[in-house]
């Protein structure tokens, strides 16, 4: 028999509707879809080894995938870990800041006598500074939510993705192995009917030989007398 689709899968979903639960190859198939088809496979009666083959390839591939999806999850965790380091660093630049200009204005309101006057100059500055750090502070923080928000997101899609195609894939693998596991049960309980047949035809002939040896036996007996 010859396969037009290059992996097993693709056959099973293009040729018998092996579809699975959410669409396409995406999710487990229900057991409707797997009795279906169980006797499409039956009808047609193709070279179930070959699919089996196929399918159990395909299943090891996608858990080695998984596997490797899980390697990309740790490297991108072990590579986002510094954040909290660099947006800490980052915020350093608005305390130097902070500091300097402290400095400046207690230089310059040394010539200010009025100590109300100075109080009320550098109550305005440090709120000035304070209202810049708080925006700066919420700007890296609103950066750094849509960062881990997109590759929360990556992640999670990736992750669904690959699952359900896994939970595809194994579901087909569960049905063709029943498949086969009849298929082969049925060949055997063939064989063996083809075996006492044969050993049932065997042993017909050669009660017909003993049955025909007797006849001519008898015959001769009296043949024998009457001479």
Same mark, same amino acid.
């Given at each position: 028999?010859?396969?037009?689709?290059?992996?097993?899968?693709?056959?099973?979903?293009?040729?018998?509707?092996?579809?699975?639960?959410?669409?396409?190859?995406?999710?487990?198939?229900?057991?409707?879809?797997?009795?279906?088809?169980?006797?499409?496979?039956?009808?047609?009666?193709?070279?179930?080894?070959?699919?089996?083959?196929?399918?159990?390839?395909?299943?090891?591939?996608?858990?080695?995938?998984?596997?490797? +999806?899980?390697?990309?999850?740790?490297?991108?965790?072990?590579?986002?870990?510094?954040?909290?380091?660099?947006?800490?660093?980052?915020?350093?630049?608005?305390? +130097?800041?902070?500091?300097?200009?402290?400095?400046?204005?207690?230089?310059?309101?040394?010539?200010?006598?009025?100590?109300?006057? /100075?109080?009320?100059?550098?109550?305005?500055?440090?709120?000035?500074?304070?209202?810049?750090?708080?925006?700066?502070?919420?700007?890296? /923080?609103?950066? /750094?939510?849509?960062?881990?928000?997109?590759?929360?997101?990556?992640?999670?899609?990736?992750?669904?993705?690959?699952?359900?195609?896994?939970?595809?894939?194994?579901?087909?693998?569960e049905c063709i192995e029943n498949a086969y596991a009849e298929q082969?049960?049925?060949?055997?309980?063939?064989?063996?009917?083809?075996?006492?047949?044969?050993?049932?035809?065997?042993?017909?002939?050669?009660?017909?030989?003993?049955?025909?040896?007797?006849?001519?036996?008898?015959?001769n007996k009296r043949l024998m007398k009457k001479s």
């Amino acid at each position: 028999m010859g396969f037009k689709y290059s992996s097993a899968s693709r056959y099973l979903l293009k040729e018998h509707g092996a579809s699975g639960s959410l669409f396409g190859g995406f999710g487990a198939i229900s057991l409707n879809t797997s009795l279906e088809l169980k006797r499409k496979l039956k009808e047609k009666n193709p070279d179930l080894g070959v699919i089996r083959s196929g399918i159990n390839a395909q299943a090891e591939t996608a858990k080695q995938i998984n596997l490797v +999806w899980v390697i990309i999850t740790f490297v991108l965790s072990a590579i986002l870990s510094p954040t909290v380091f660099y947006l800490g660093q980052s915020l350093k630049v608005s305390d +130097w800041e902070h500091e300097s200009k402290m400095y400046i204005y207690k230089e310059a309101l040394k010539s200010v006598e009025d100590v109300g006057k /100075q109080a009320d100059y550098l109550s305005k500055a440090i709120s000035e500074d304070a209202l810049k750090f708080t925006k700066e502070l919420k700007i890296l /923080q609103e950066a /750094q939510g849509k960062v881990l928000l997109i590759l929360i997101g990556m992640l999670l899609a990736g992750f669904a993705v690959f699952f359900l195609r896994y939970q595809w894939i194994i579901s087909l693998k569960e049905c063709i192995e029943n498949a086969y596991a009849e298929q082969d049960k049925r060949l055997a309980e063939k064989k063996e009917e083809g075996t006492r047949a044969t050993a049932a035809i065997k042993e017909k002939k050669e009660k017909e030989l003993k049955d025909a040896a007797l006849i001519v036996e008898i015959r001769n007996k009296r043949l024998m007398k009457k001479s």
